[in-house]
């Protein structure tokens, strides 16, 4: 089977701009979680959905939103950049129901706000 | 105190050594363990998960989980230079909403 892909891999911003990630997970899981990950904070949970429905969500600002399609593959958005949002974007996908089993990352989205 | 904790290290060891990285943690209710490799630039890479008390093998690997002390670790036999990574604990299971990551231990093997 395919892995987790995630694209773009790399993404120059300019502060104030907004950003679109896409992760398609690996075939037949139905669960997709993203994570952000930077040196001071380690990885950190921002969303997960199943089913098209958001069913558990981190703590970070609004400007974080996310969404699931029919075929499970996955966007996250990012508003209105700030510096601290540079960082490593993560797409993880489970083949469970439950969210908090087994996940398999992607390669990651490298952001640069500027 | 933080969810979980782990040693960032570095752990160095030699190769062909046992290398110990512990983790613990403080939700009593996490009943499934996953231990991630993650490679400089790279990516998590899910290695181990241990699910009851006990031990767990795979190959090199070894996973003891204690619950009763919240207390989960991963035994890496005839250490290589390839093993050379940050080894992420991630505590889960029925009723949590996420894996919550431990910051990581560096481990170095020197050849």
């Known amino acids: 089977k395919a892995g987790v892909t995630q694209t773009p891999r790399y993404l120059i911003k300019t502060r104030g701009q907004q950003v679109t990630l896409s992760c398609s997970p690996i075939?037949?899981?139905?669960?997709v979680s993203w994570y952000q990950q930077t040196p001071g904070q380690g990885l950190q949970f921002l969303f997960e959905y199943f089913s098209e429905t958001q069913r558990n969500k981190g703590n970070f600002p609004g400007r974080f939103s996310g969404r699931q399609f029919s075929n499970s593959r996955s966007e996250m958005n990012v508003s209105t950049l700030e510096l601290g949002d540079s960082a490593l974007y993560l797409c993880a996908s489970s083949p469970g129901t439950l969210p908090a089993y087994e996940q398999y990352f992607g390669p990651g989205t490298r952001l640069t706000v500027t | 105190q933080k969810e979980v904790e782990q040693n960032s290290g570095p752990l160095s060891v030699p190769e062909g050594a046992i290398a110990s990285l512990n983790c613990t943690y403080s939700d009593r209710g996490s009943q499934s363990f996953f231990w991630y490799r993650q490679y400089s630039g790279k990516s998590p890479e899910l290695i181990m998960f241990i699910y009851s008390n006990g031990d767990k093998e795979d190959g090199r690997f070894t996973a003891q989980l204690n619950k009763a002390s919240q207390y989960v670790s991963l035994l890496i036999r005839d250490s290589q230079p390839s093993d050379s990574a940050t080894y992420l604990c991630a505590p889960g299971g029925t009723g949590r909403r996420a894996l919550t990551f431990g910051s990581g231990t560096r481990l170095q093997v020197q050849p």
């Open positions: 075939s037949g899981h139905r669960s």
